[in-house]
C-alpha cells in the first residue's frame, strides 16, 4: 500500500514561565522531540505510551490542534500541511479529522446530534443543504444509531452512543486520516467492545487511515497493523504489531507488554511482569544519553552519555537502544532467562 501521511522530523514545544529571576526569562518544555513515522493508506498506526509520553500531543499536532510551537514535515498525499494557511488549513481539515477521547465532553450539549454532525460539513464545505442532510442520514445509518435519534440532545444518550455520534461526525468530511485519541477510554468494557468493532468494519467499509492512540495495549493488539512506542517525548520502538508484541527489543517496550493480561498460557510464560521503578525524568531537565536510563533494569555506562537512535539495523523493526545487537537479540533476554 502506498504511504499517505509521512511526518518527518516532528516537534512541538511548550513555552514555561521561570518565576523570580527578574529577567521574564522563558523556557521550554518539549512535549514532542523530533519524531518521524510513515503511515500507509487503509491501517492502522497505533501510538501508545504511558501518560505525559506525547503521544497525544503528536497526534493533534498533525491535526494543527495543538497550542504550542511545533516544527517539522507533515506530508499528507504528497502535500506539506503543517505551513498551510486559512484556505490550505480548510482543506486540510477536511482531510483528517478526530475521535476525540471522552464522549461527554466532546460533544455541544447545546445542540442536536444532527447539527454536531452536520457541523464539519457546515464549517468546512460549501455542499447544499439537502446534500448534507443525506450525508447525516447515511452517517446515522453507518455508525448504528436510528434515525429517529436525530432530534435529541448528547444528554439524551448513553456514553456509547454519544462516541457513535462523534464517530459520525469525524466521518462527514469523508476525511483521508482520522486520529482516535483514546476513543474507548472512558466507556465500560463491553461497549468498548462494540465501537472498535464498529471503527474496524467503518475502515473497511470506507478505506480509512487511523492514527490510534492509546495507554491500553490490549485494545492496541486488537486494531493495529504497526505501533510506535513514545516515551519522553521520543519513539523508542517502532514495527509492526506481531514483531513488536511477539519480540519487544526496547526495555520500556517490553515491560509495558508485560503488564498486558493474556488467556494464552504460552504468552504468559513468556512476558512475566517486568515492573518500571521510579519515576519519569524532569521534562525540563531531561538526561544527557536515554531518557529511560534512571529506570532502565540494564542500563550501562554509556547509555548515561549518548543518546541511541531509532534503527533497525537493516530492517522495519526500529529501536532506539544502544543494547539492542545487531541479531535483533533484545537486552531483556537475559533479565528473562534468569528468573
Known amino acids: 500500500m502506498p504511504e499517505l501521511l509521512d511526518v518527518r522530523n516532528l516537534s512541538v514545544r511548550f ?6 529571576t527578574g529577567w521574564g526569562q522563558t523556557s ?3 512535549a514532542v522531540d523530533d519524531i518521524s513515522f510513515t503511515v500507509r493508506k487503509g491501517e492502522t498506526l497505533a501510538i501508545v505510551g504511558e501518560s505525559g509520553s506525547g503521544k497525544t500531543t503528536a497526534a493533534l499536532a498533525i491535526a494543527q ?7 517539522g514535515e507533515v506530508v499528507l498525499d504528497g502535500q506539506d500541511i503543517m505551513p498551510a494557511g486559512r484556505d490550505q488549513l480548510r482543506a486540510m481539515r477536511r482531510k483528517v479529522q478526530v475521535i476525540f477521547q471522552d464522549p461527554y465532553s466532546s460533544l455541544n450539549p447545546r445542540k442536536r446530534a444532527e447539527e454536531i454532525v452536520r457541523e464539519p460539513l457546515d464549517n468546512l464545505t460549501n455542499k447544499p443543504a439537502r446534500e448534507k442532510r443525506e450525508i447525516v442520514d447515511r452517517l446515522f445509518q453507518a455508525v448504528g444509531l436510528r434515525p429517529e435519534q436525530k432530534r435529541l440532545f448528547p444528554h439524551q444518550f448513553s456514553g456509547g452512543q454519544r462516541q457513535r455520534i462523534g464517530i459520525a461526525r469525524a466521518l462527514s468530511t469523508q476525511p483521508e486520516v482520522i486520529i482516535c485519541d483514546e476513543p474507548v477510554s472512558a466507556l465500560d468494557v463491553a461497549v468498548q467492545a462494540q465501537i472498535l468493532n464498529l471503527l474496524r468494519r467503518l475502515q473497511s467499509e470506507f478505506g480509512l487511515t487511523y492514527i490510534f492512540i492509546s495507554h491500553d495495549l490490549g485494545v492496541v493488539q486488537h486494531m493495529c497493523d504497526s505501533v510506535a512506542v513514545m516515551y519522553m517525548g521520543k519513539i523508542v520502538e517502532h514495527a509492526d504489531r506481531l514483531a513488536l508484541f511477539n519480540n519487544p527489543q526496547h526495555p520500556y517496550t517490553a515491560a509495558l507488554l ?3 493480561p493474556s488467556i494464552d498460557p504460552t504468552l504468559r510464560d513468556h512476558s512475566k511482569r517486568i515492573l518500571i521503578p521510579g519515576d519519569p525524568p524532569d521534562p525540563l531537565n531531561l538526561p544527557a544519553g536515554c531518557r529511560f536510563v534512571s529506570r532502565c533494569p540494564v542500563a550501562q555506562l554509556h547509555c548515561r552519555e549518548l ?3 531509532l534503527t533497525g539495523n537493516g530492517t522495519e523493526h526500529l529501536t532506539a537502544c544502544h543494547l539492542v545487537d545487531a541479531d535483533l537479540v533484545s537486552p531483556m533476554q537475559a533479565v528473562r532467562e534468569a528468573e
Open 15 to 20: 513555552p514555561v514561565g521561570r518565576k523570580g
Open 65 to 71: 490542534l495543538v497550542a504550542g510551537e511545533t516544527s
Open 307 to 309: 543518546v541511541p537512535e
Open 258 to 260: 508485560s503488564a498486558v
Open 28 to 30: 521550554y518544555l518539549t
